[in-house]
Protein backbone atom coordinates (compact mmCIF):
# COMPACT_ATOMS: atom_id res chain seq x y z
CA UNK A 1 0.00 0.00 0.00
CA UNK A 2 0.91 3.34 -0.71
CA UNK A 3 -0.31 6.32 1.88
CA UNK A 4 -0.50 10.15 0.59
CA UNK A 5 -0.82 12.62 3.20
CA UNK A 6 -2.18 16.07 2.45
CA UNK A 7 -1.61 19.25 3.82
CA UNK A 8 -1.79 23.15 3.29
CA UNK A 9 -5.83 23.04 2.90
CA UNK A 10 -7.63 26.13 4.70
CA UNK A 11 -9.93 29.80 4.33
CA UNK A 12 -8.17 32.20 2.16
CA UNK A 13 -9.79 35.35 0.33
CA UNK A 14 -10.45 35.77 -3.49
CA UNK A 15 -7.26 36.68 -4.79
CA UNK A 16 -5.16 34.99 -2.24
CA UNK A 17 -2.81 32.04 -3.01
CA UNK A 18 -2.08 29.01 -0.86
CA UNK A 19 0.13 25.71 -1.57
CA UNK A 20 -0.89 22.32 -1.31
CA UNK A 21 2.01 19.41 0.06
CA UNK A 22 1.28 15.72 -0.20
CA UNK A 23 3.66 13.26 1.17
CA UNK A 24 3.90 9.61 -0.32
CA UNK A 25 4.91 6.57 1.68
CA UNK A 26 4.83 2.88 2.41
CA UNK A 27 5.43 0.43 -0.40
CA UNK A 28 6.33 2.94 -2.89
CA UNK A 29 7.59 1.16 -6.52
CA UNK A 30 8.15 2.80 -9.55
CA UNK A 31 6.29 5.62 -8.21
CA UNK A 32 4.55 7.53 -11.56
CA UNK A 33 2.58 10.08 -12.28
CA UNK A 34 1.10 12.45 -9.11
CA UNK A 35 -1.49 14.64 -9.33
CA UNK A 36 -4.43 16.45 -7.83
CA UNK A 37 -8.52 16.51 -8.05
CA UNK A 38 -10.89 18.52 -6.43
CA UNK A 39 -14.50 17.63 -5.58
CA UNK A 40 -16.41 20.85 -4.89
CA UNK A 41 -20.26 20.34 -3.11
CA UNK A 42 -22.51 18.82 -6.12
CA UNK A 43 -20.19 18.66 -8.74
CA UNK A 44 -18.23 15.64 -9.97
CA UNK A 45 -14.34 15.21 -9.18
CA UNK A 46 -12.49 16.43 -11.65
CA UNK A 47 -8.40 16.96 -12.33
CA UNK A 48 -7.10 20.36 -11.78
CA UNK A 49 -3.77 18.99 -12.53
CA UNK A 50 -0.83 16.13 -12.93
CA UNK A 51 2.81 15.55 -12.97
CA UNK A 52 4.83 12.38 -14.34
CA UNK A 53 7.60 11.14 -13.26
CA UNK A 54 9.89 13.00 -16.13
CA UNK A 55 8.15 16.53 -15.63
CA UNK A 56 5.84 16.91 -17.97
CA UNK A 57 2.59 18.60 -16.41
CA UNK A 58 -1.32 19.34 -17.17
CA UNK A 59 -3.38 21.82 -15.99
CA UNK A 60 -7.00 21.47 -16.12
CA UNK A 61 -7.98 24.67 -18.22
CA UNK A 62 -9.72 26.69 -15.34
CA UNK A 63 -6.79 26.77 -13.73
CA UNK A 64 -3.64 27.37 -15.97
CA UNK A 65 -1.65 30.39 -15.56
CA UNK A 66 -3.11 30.46 -11.87
CA UNK A 67 -1.84 27.21 -10.75
CA UNK A 68 1.63 25.23 -10.56
CA UNK A 69 2.40 21.68 -9.99
CA UNK A 70 5.96 20.77 -9.26
CA UNK A 71 7.85 17.39 -7.15
CA UNK A 72 10.55 16.36 -5.36
CA UNK A 73 10.95 12.78 -6.22
CA UNK A 74 13.93 12.31 -3.33
CA UNK A 75 11.23 12.70 -0.65
CA UNK A 76 8.03 11.20 -2.41
CA UNK A 77 6.17 14.97 -2.64
CA UNK A 78 4.29 16.53 -4.98
CA UNK A 79 3.43 20.53 -4.31
CA UNK A 80 0.11 22.04 -5.85
CA UNK A 81 0.88 26.35 -5.73
CA UNK A 82 -2.43 28.18 -6.19
CA UNK A 83 -2.58 31.20 -6.92
CA UNK A 84 -4.79 34.39 -8.11
CA UNK A 85 -7.27 32.11 -6.15
CA UNK A 86 -11.14 32.30 -7.23
CA UNK A 87 -14.83 31.40 -4.64
CA UNK A 88 -14.83 29.04 -7.65
CA UNK A 89 -11.98 27.06 -6.71
CA UNK A 90 -13.71 26.12 -3.45
CA UNK A 91 -13.29 22.36 -3.38
CA UNK A 92 -11.82 19.01 -1.51
CA UNK A 93 -8.55 18.73 -2.79
CA UNK A 94 -7.39 15.12 -3.29
CA UNK A 95 -3.19 14.34 -3.68
CA UNK A 96 -3.06 10.78 -5.86
CA UNK A 97 -0.54 8.96 -7.11
CA UNK A 98 0.12 5.97 -9.81
CA UNK A 99 2.48 3.25 -8.80
CA UNK A 100 3.38 -0.26 -9.74
CA UNK A 101 0.70 -1.43 -7.36
CA UNK A 102 -1.87 0.97 -8.73
CA UNK A 103 -3.53 4.34 -7.94
CA UNK A 104 -3.71 5.78 -4.56
CA UNK A 105 -5.61 8.68 -3.04
CA UNK A 106 -5.42 10.66 -0.07
CA UNK A 107 -7.71 11.46 2.29
CA UNK A 108 -8.15 15.25 0.97
CA UNK A 109 -7.64 18.82 1.97
CA UNK A 110 -10.77 21.55 1.91
CA UNK A 111 -9.49 24.59 0.46
CA UNK A 112 -12.68 27.61 0.57
CA UNK A 113 -12.03 31.04 -0.85
CA UNK A 114 -14.19 33.82 -0.02
CA UNK A 115 -15.64 36.43 -1.83
Not at 39 to 64: C, H, M, W, Y
Not at 98 to 106: A, I, Q, T
Request: charged fraction near 15%; aromatic fraction near 8%; charge should be positive.
Amino acid sequence: QVQLVESGGGLVQAGGSLRLPCAASGNILSLGTMGWHRQAPGKLRELVALITSSGIRNFADSVKGRFAISRDNANNTVYLEMNSLKPDDTAVYYCYCNSGLGRFWGQGTQVTVSS
